[in-house]
């Protein structure tokens, strides 16, 4: 796709933005504040702003009145980009454009990095564990009685050099039919040892040439979202994506209540199978999406938190709970899928992802396998940031982890207008420092219905950047805009008014929202610089982060680092992958290197845990600051801050 | 149990039997005719013999008159032995004894030999399978964080130097209760890998100390009956037993009409449902005889021959008829029982034997693993005689081996009277060569109600040594005997009377059965000669035979080798090893010494098909003589009739 270079002015900042992309989200991402508040939705008419150069598309609608659209004029929500740009942002404050230049930082998010396939192609690490192979066998007669099983296993070995080959049940069952359904032309699918020592087992055969459909499943099972994919195994694509709830969700919503519900009689079994329901309507829409017949479906492998994982394969998670707080296992054996229920073929065998301990689950294990980590020199920090957040560090040589509680606040949860990053959701937000006017965007480009996890982070960043929190979280009382109140005893800022929105009710982020936003990031925060104690490093001795979860593609790098959610680092040094948890679950219906490698991993992995650390305590109340009550942790910002108060032109009263 | 000596007058023949023996089947294991038609019973009162020194218990009825008894005259079938005796029998006819002593040659059955527990120990072959183990694990508690299946993995490695444990997903659904149920004190049992590279699984775990109890069930599929075992693993003891029908008979008595059964709509389904169901039926039973928890049952071993051994499997076996007659697998992939249906625990594998082709099944493997001939430098022939006789030759550097079908002769079908070896069937006769009055004696000293395999082949032994029949199984039609004559055209002999039986019909043997007996041993003895022939020996380069199967522990092997059943060799070389394939079965639960050899041994079996063989059709009209068309085969036999022919003293107008 092309990239088109947008200028803006008077600000004087360029951004490269793909055609089609609409200029509102091009001046956020060049850090450009436009006061928007319908959501990109063209209601407001706000955004109105001046091409001085260049063609667009669109741009136009009644909220523009005619003399402005003659005179170049054009609304930057509904304007899509289709060549290079010089766009003039009208001031309308007497606030110059220095200032702006100052406080509003172009966005940056992770650079997204997952390991294709051609990238483990080349480290070698492509071990494929399961092989489609296409024999054309001779018929038996009259001299050469080979039994059926002996055939195939013979022509193995004689023309492709196969020794110690194992047939599955479910292949002897089968193969008289099949080898007779084409005249002896057969794909036999092999499933190959994960260690050297091991046998190749046959583990399925189909009649004719299907070697050229080999794939797998690959499943995270979220406590609130399951996601699947379909991969083919012969070129690592990923044919079809889908997520779901998690249908659990109507026996309890987080992990607690779930493993409560699971004690109950009947309970663990109806758990189980909300579970594998929501698995196999997983499966059978990606299948269907892409068009494919089950039989060529030859592994499934999947990875969830310790509690999801029990639960999947029917273990009573109830001593997870219990004081001493232990797991029943940690490794679990490959299960034959048909009898978990899911609905696969009677080969196909599922792989669940070892964990490490009761809260540091399959899913921490997956990211760290799927993102690499395990095998590299560079002294990573891994973060996995949902409802729980889960922590490693670590290179090749050791690895330590833990797991926090972070609480619900970056899911929706817990913010009065909170909610998950669907369409509506406010996703990134510019203040003007001046009038306190906001520049909201949404997903979907629709008016607001609230704030999603990543705007969240991002809003009160800005807030605090901009001075209308201080580093307690608390709005400025006396500041002159009308957006910010008391309401039934608490304070609130106005992000967009009830006729702006699409329900009718003013969307606010009071403090008590704000409040709990400062836990969970003190929580995560505290949980970083606790095992980086423990393990008798500092933040300045990390090459890199590697984010993983909901939102991390989406979080403003600088924002996190403002609010002191992650340590102070170089943006660049910050990678997203995605779900780390899928990503893991792919890696290993790809390569046996990755289950071979993965006992050893988790072995290497380290669990602390931080309620019996003692200074986790004093590193989270450290932690309920803005953006920590330690600055020298936070150089950068410290620097920041400073200057500004010395050029005394912005105060920050909270900035001491 | 104390043995007493007998001695019978005028024959001056010695016999030790045990105390509590009758007298009538001391003089039959001596070879001393005595008239009897009763069976036994003491109705006919014909066994009168003289007590002239000795103590014996019973032995006087209503048959015998009162002056007799006060001479010393006992009915021998009604006298049971306490002490050494000599006893007098009376010489009714005016044949001198010594034609008699020439005649009757005593009993000689082979020496039943089983491999036992102490054997395989001292051999060095007990290699055990599964194992239980005692543990006292430490509980966690706030320091340690082990998971269930950590604790006992790391407790085993550190108290017991057992490393690479695998832990089944039925013992982890189970641990954590069962940990804290006898306060972390556990018995588990362990699955040793058959081959050293491979991996220790723990299959089981149960509360507190359970490790006295380890048991497994050995279990012979036959077409006809099927035979359970329970053994305990530690001694090697046989706890209880037992047969029953295999009640897939309901859908055809014989292998090829189950086959055609099997490809009935639900036909495979149908029988594999009852085979399952006749097990279970068997394990109900022996584990309650036993008064045992199915908890304690680890393994379960079982051998069938080809077509069984798949609808066991549910493995249609359609192919087995249908030229060019392959089966579907030799080797079969141990499968966890409940997958069978089997009434046994979760944790309970079915191993299943190997077979060699569609008619050499893992019935005969498991015999010659049973047997230990697969060890032996010793030449071997082994035969396991029913409705179809399997042969196997070799020794321990190679084997050969083919299947015949013998018809069912052995097993009563075919045979007028001819029944299974139950209550009331001849299973021994001797017959007077003079006045031709039969010696019957029946299973369970009953009169007789008809003729059992071994009866049979004794009888037509008796009949053709004293001149009773000629050479092609005929009747010397001019003897001077009411018990022979013509009946519907077919010429038949009077075993017992109508009024010395159960049925009230006179018992007898035809022409036509003995065509048929002739027939049946003609076809096993020539697969022994054509299979010798095809491997480059003879008969003389026998080490030893080894016998299986239903009756090969009552036949009079002098009689089997006079009719030409079995090959000319010392009876001392001759052993009976029983049911052969419940042996081997029983083997493989108790050691994986032979789980590990058996796939070897089957590939170095080298099947014959002997309808493929051009000699074998001239071998077998060969053999339809009585022994045998070529008297050289039978040395002993040939000498003994020459020498007779010398001697004059009794005309053999066929013995040539």
Redesign the interface.
Known sequence: MTDYKIKFLPHNKEVKVPAGETLIRAAMEAGVHINASCGGEGACGKCRVLIESGELSGGINKRLRDDDIEKGYRLACQSTVTGDLTVRVPIESEVDASVLNKLSAPRQTARIHTIDFDELKEQGLFIPPLEKAYLELPP???L????????LVSHFTLTRDEHRL????TV??K???VLREEDFKVTATLARPVRE?GKTRIVNVQPGDTSGCNLAIAIDIGTTTVYGQLIDLATGEVLAEKGDFNSQISYGEDVITRIVFAEKPDGLEKLHERIIATINKIIGWITKRADINGECISAITLAGNTTMTQLF????P??IRR???????????P?RAIDLGLGLEEHVTALVYPAV??YVGGDIVAGVMGCGMYRDEALTLYMDIGTNAEIVIGNKDWMACAACSAGPAFEGGGVEFGMRAAKGAIEDISIDPITFEPMLLTVGNTRPKGICGSGLIIMVGVMFEIGLINNLGKYERELDTPRLREGNGVWEFVLAWADETQIDRDIVLTEIDIENLIRAKGAIFSGCVTLLEEVGIGIRDLDRIILAGGFGSYVDLEKAMIIGLLPEIDPARITFIGNGSLSGARMSALTNRIRRDVVNVTRMMT?F?LS?TASYMNNYVAALFLPHTDMNLFPKLKARHENRKTAGRLTHPSAV
Not at 144 to 150: I, K, Q, S
């Open positions: 038996p007669d009259a050469d009685h080979l039994p059926d099983v002996t055939r194992e047939v599955d049940l002897i069952r193969i008289p039919d020592v394969l029917k273990v009573n109830k001593y004081a001493p707080y232990v797991p029943t296992a940690t490794l679990y054996p299960v301990s009761s669990s845990e019996e």
